[in-house]
């Protein structure tokens, strides 16, 4: 679908798509469409329940008098109560309306919401929930009808700003672009992405300029990371540790210096990458295994953040590394009782061989921070069905060392609507994966599992080094539509992390 600008002014094809507020009140876009069709909106509105409450819409087909095919009034609520996510929606909710009712072209009249708002900006948001709305994954339907295919081909919005619109778009799409990425890889079957071709897959970003790294078993195995191959050791396909470095505020200097420079230490994001997650040899029941090929969800989210970065040329320096492996039950798979040794030395009881996702971030965080001292780490990971129980599909769960962190991050993801509600992390917890066999075991009892996750992971983070752990396991796959989210694969995170960086690392 393609998006693009132009001065205001009714168009000549396609539909209008117009705006109205609580009790009914027109915009002036509105009042023009309505004035051009004889009252049509008027009487329309009359005659329905629509009030211009905030996702409320109109429709009116075959408007006489008017060349356009119809009219959508989409209703925005309260002028007070508006903000950036409702202008967003508001693009997103018209492209999936219009393509329910069969249009090809539609043009957003959108004047300015209120003396506060910024109306290139607006413009740019309504045109990002458009755009962000319109993605689909259809690769592998041959057989699709053309009445069952989107049929929207192009979205206009129609601003005074159009020219600021347009600049501050190109940052968005930018994001979005990330976005997209993300969504591709991880609605990908597990046939097709696995460790090696999820490498493959971000090889692509090096003509965007980042720098790409990947190790191999052997090389792992050389480094102590015994802790992210055994959750491999029973598949067929190899492991892979997966780095990423965009260097947006100059390359680092050497100064001859073990720690370089605070200004020089990058910011670090690390991505659960299990390819597919089976449970292993304490295997998960048949039923709904198969969304077990999202489990590399929060490996997708760093790919699509780097590309987002490298996309909008952002000004920070940033490594992204997942950590990619399939957890398969086989001859040669890792078994409970196994005790293994992680790269930092600390050895590991295997209890639950599902528990496989912490044991593959405590290696790929420690490779990390061993190579590139970081000055903040987010982790992201479908880590637990726990937070699901605790968090449903709302928030995505969030555990750290730092209150100033966990701040920034919460703040950076309620603008962008990818919300995150903090859960503890404390000594009392931790004692729960003490082990008498090893250093630590697994997984813990039955209890505050999201939590005992957390704990395991914080055991791989190095002293005053600021964390956060994010865990997505409710928020990466939607089984439902959100206004600028098409069910699937969400790419919760690509958003919000490029908005954290924005605000706390480019200054
Ligand atoms: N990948 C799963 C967590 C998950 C569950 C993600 C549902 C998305 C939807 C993870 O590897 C896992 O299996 N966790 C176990 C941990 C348990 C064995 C301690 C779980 O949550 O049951
Ligand atoms: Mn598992
Ligand atoms: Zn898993």
């Known amino acids: 679908m393609k998006i693009s600008f132009v001065k205001p002014g009714l168009p000549s094809k396609g539909a209008v798509v117009v705006t109205a507020f609580d009790n009914r009140k027109l915009s002036a876009g509105a009042a023009e469409a309505d004035e051009a069709c004889g009252g049509a909106i008027t009487r329309a509105m009359a005659n329905s329940r629509f009030k211009g409450g905030k996702g409320q819409i109109l429709e009116i087909a075959a408007p006489a008098n008017v060349d356009v095919s119809r009219i959508l009034v989409m209703g925005l609520g309260a ?150 191959l055994g959750v491999g050791q029973g598949s067929t396909r190899e492991s892979q540790l997966l780095v990423m470095r965009w260097n947006g505020a100059g390359k680092p200097k050497a100064k001859g210096k073990a720690k370089p420079a605070k200004a020089d230490q990058p910011v670090m994001v690390v991505g659960k990458g299990v390819t597919f997650d089976t449970g292993g040899i304490s295997i998960k029941p048949a039923g709904g295994m198969e969304d077990m ?13 780097m590309r987002a970065l490298a996309a909008r040329k952002a000004k920070a320096n940033v490594v992204g590394i997942c950590g990619l492996v399939e957890n398969m039950p086989d001859g040669n798979a890792q078994r409970p009782g196994d005790v293994v040794t992680s790269m930092s030395g600390q050895t590991i009881e295997i209890i639950n061989t599902d528990a496989e996702g912490r044991l593959v971030l405590a290696d790929a965080l420690w490779y990390g921070q061993e190579t590139y001292k970081p000055k903040a780490i987010v982790d992201l990971a479908t880590l637990t069905g ?122």
């Not at 948001?125 to 690769?139: P, V, W």
């Not at 090929?293 to 953040?305: F, P, R, S, T």
């Open 293 to 305: 090929k999202w489990d590399m969800g929060g490996a997708g989210v760093v790919i699509g953040l």
């Open 79 to 228: 002028l007070k109560d508006i903000g950036d996510l409702d202008v967003e929606a508001l693009g997103g909710r018209a492209v999936a309306r219009l393509n329910a009712s069969g249009e090809g072209q539609a043009t957003l009249l959108l004047d300015p919401i209120g003396e506060a708002r910024d109306a290139g900006r607006d413009a740019a948001l309504a045109a990002l929930g458009a755009h962000l709305r319109s993605y689909r994954f259809d690769k592998y339907r041959t057989k699709e009808k053309p009445e069952q295919k989107p049929t929207l081909k192009g979205f206009t919005v129609a601003s005074a700003a159009h020219t600021a619109a347009k600049k501050a778009f190109a940052e968005l799409e930018a994001i979005a672009s990330g976005v997209f990425a993300t969504r591709d890889i991880v609605s990908e079957p597990p046939n097709v992405i696995y460790p090696e071709s999820f490498v493959e897959r971000a090889k692509e970003l090096t003509k965007l300029g980042i720098e790409i790294d990947v190790l191999g078993e052997k090389e792992m195995k050389k480094l102590g990371m015994g802790a992210l």
């Open 386 to 507: 726990a937070i699901i129980i605790s968090l449903g599909h709302e928030h995505a769960g969030l555990f750290s060392n730092d209150d100033g962190l966990s701040e920034q991050l919460t703040t950076a993801g309620s603008s962008v609507g990818e919300k995150l509600w903090r859960l503890p992390l404390g000594e009392a917890y931790d004692k729960q994966i003490n082990c008498q066999v090893a250093d630590m075991k697994n997984t813990g009892n039955r209890s505050a599992g999201s939590i005992t996750a957390a704990q395991f992971l914080q055991r791989f983070i190095q002293k005053g080094t600021p964390w956060a752990h994010l865990d997505i396991a409710g928020v990466t796959w939607s089984n439902e539509d959100k206004p600028s989210v098409p069910k699937g694969a969400t790419a919760f995170g690509v958003r919000l992390l490029d908005r954290w960086i924005a605000a706390e690392h480019e200054k």
